[in-house]
């Protein structure tokens, strides 16, 4: 019992904030492309933030519910539907045994987030559920979704048993029931399709030319078709050292924009080696990562300068407001 | 050499974006650098501070990653500044306390050579005028410092391989270069813990399991260990391998 994936999609991969603590051992840490909306879709079910959910990419599965789900679908808006009816985002949705979640054209964002009230009955590896593909551990089996797998859930459980009462409440012939609020949309992510993306200098910003140094920030980059869950590889005026320099390896991070040698950048994401020795010309601020996360490959963006103080008081504001967010979720929900 | 005062005003720390800071011992690789890393890292792993979240020894840097909202500052102050702070006053007391890492463990490396399992290990020879023999005989002969894990899990950088060996990254690299696999790039040499493309000569394979995600400890090695590689034959190797992969 459980979801049953009768097409897999693009790349759908179960997900979670993050396998850390082996980073040492030079085990990634993976975990959701946009952690907000990962945390946002349990929040939303009643589950702990930090629950596994499904990432989907752009084109999405096929899902069978063979029992009862109470779901929420955040993040990239990749039109869900059950029985051609549209879904709404950011909100629970009571979905009844045997209904089919479809998803259609991509309007906006690349990666979406279905998370089950009650979480998955899956084992974590080191710590963590999330997928590790080249290593082949956590997730179904180490590996993207299958056609033909079977998710096992939890299933629905009593951290969601006010929203319950309020969807069951709600007469429909439907095989679903929305609830009828959705957090302030103020409080959402806001994602766009070629958006400014606030960074830092990085490490070795002044290794490079006065020129490349202009570029970084004045410039478009292109995310090419060359982009997934380890890394953005853009496309834009080269960037280059002021002189050669072969760099010792060090840690890089999810956001880390490095340059190799032929001049174009890389942007390191969720599922980014533990080490690196590219030059590290800026680092996106942790605010902007879920925005990044949206972008689809095709589309442009633009790096606007910010210093460390205002780059940790925008995260802290982000946690705040989805602090807030918590709480009012919660009430509604609990 | 362990952390001194006088050391200590080389040392360098700066941000790796909003939630890491890197604490940087030295320029270059070399083993006395090493040594304060490690010597670092072993006390950051005993007293880990308010908001760490892990730490990532490298060749000549450790960087710190921390969650900036569970850092205690005072308004007007970053969490960025007060850890920096927090690190300047902590590195001297290192020193004056003389605290060092545990005695490097020594951990045997059994290589199957040549053949199948080191298909360039003839290249090897070639390109330093050798027989395959005396490839194995300098590869076996001296001990390997881990400088750090990283690139794959549990893939140890590897210093100390004798020059004599050394050879060039193969042209076009493999499409699959399989589990266990031991390679020579240039001056270095090191182990492939998982099946993965790559362009390092291969001159033998391991039985051991340099990755394991049940083990308490999935990487076999560790920044600060020492490798030593020992010569078996096919049969040892197949007999190691089944011990291995069935416990």
């Given amino acids: 019992m459980g979801l049953k994936i009768l097409k897999p999609g693009l790349l759908t991969t179960i997900q979670d904030t993050g396998r850390y603590g082996f980073q040492k051992d030079g085990v990634i840490v993976s975990g959701a492309m946009d952690r907000v909306a990962l945390r946002l879709a349990n929040l939303l079910t009643g589950n702990q933030e930090d629950e596994a959910a499904l990432e989907i990419t752009l084109k999405g599965p096929e899902i069978f519910f063979q029992e009862d789900q109470l779901i929420s679908i955040t993040g990239a808006d990749l039109s869900p539907t059950i029985d051609n009816k549209k879904l709404k985002l950011w909100r629970p949705i009571f979905v009844k045994k045997g209904s089919v979640l479809k998803f259609g054209t991509p309007k906006l964002g690349c990666r979406t987030y279905l998370a089950v009230c009650g979480g998955f009955q899956l084992q974590k590896a080191l710590g963590s559920y999330s997928t590790y593909l080249r290593a082949g551990i956590g997730g179904m089996h180490g590996k993207a979704l299958q056609e033909g797998d079977n998710i096992p859930c939890k299933g629905i459980n009593v951290t969601a048993s006010s929203v319950l009462d309020e969807l069951n409440l709600k007469q429909t012939a439907d095989n679903f029931v929305q609830a009828s609020w959705a957090p302030d949309p103020a409080y959402l992510p806001s994602y766009e399709k070629d958006p400014v993306i606030r960074a830092v200098k990085g490490p070795e910003y002044e290794l490079f030319t006065a020129t490349s140094k202009s570029n970084i920030w004045n410039n478009i980059f292109q995310v090419t078709q060359q982009s997934d869950r380890m890394g953005y590889s853009l496309a834009g005026l080269a960037l280059a050292l002021e002189e050669a320099k072969e760099l010792v390896s060090s840690a890089v991070t999810f956001g880390t924009v490095q340059v190799p040698p032929q001049g174009q950048p890389i942007i390191l994401m969720a599922d980014h080696q533990t080490t690196g020795g590219y030059p590290r010309i800026a680092q996106v601020i942790t605010a902007d990562l879920p925005k990044l996360a949206q972008v689809v490959p095709g589309r442009g963006i633009r790096f606007t300068e910010v210093s460390i103080d205002e780059a940790q008081q925008l995260y802290l504001e982000q946690e705040h407001q989805l602090l807030q967010l918590k709480q009012s979720i919660q009430i509604k929900v609990k | ?247």
């Fill in chain 2, 1 to 247: 050499m362990a952390i001194t005062p006088e050391n200590l005003q080389a040392v360098k720390l700066y941000p790796l974006g909003d939630k890491a800071i890197v604490v940087e011992f030295g320029g270059e690789i070399n083993r006395s650098v090493h040594q304060r890393i490690r010597d670092f890292s072993a006390y950051l792993a005993q007293y880990p501070f308010d908001g760490m979240i892990e730490q990532v020894p490298a060749f000549t840097t450790v960087t710190i990653y921390y969650n900036p909202a569970l850092i205690p500052t005072q308004k007007g102050i970053s969490a960025y500044d007060k850890l920096s702070s927090y690190i300047q006053q902590l590195l001297p007391n290192i020193a004056d306390a003389h605290i060092t890492a545990p005695a490097p463990q020594t951990i045997e490396v059994p290589v199957c050579y040549g053949g199948a399992y080191g298909p360039d290990l003839e290249f090897v020879a070639k390109h330093n005028s050798l027989s395959p023999e005396e490839v194995i005989a300098i590869h076996t002969e001296q001990e390997y410092l881990v400088y750090m894990i990283g690139f794959a899990p549990g893939f140890p950088y590897m210093g100390g391989m004798s020059e004599k060996i050394a050879a060039p990254r193969r042209d076009a690299p493999r499409a699959v270069t399989p589990q266990g696999s031991v390679g020579i790039a240039g001056k270095q040499t090191g182990i492939y813990p998982i099946e993965t493309p790559g362009g390092w000569q291969l001159i033998g394979q391991t039985p051991l399991l340099l990755f394991h995600p049940k083990r308490e400890s999935p990487s076999l090695l560790h920044a600060g260990d020492m490798v030593r590689f020992t010569s078996i034959s096919e049969e040892e190797y197949k007999q190691r391998k089944e011990q291995q992969h069935g416990s």
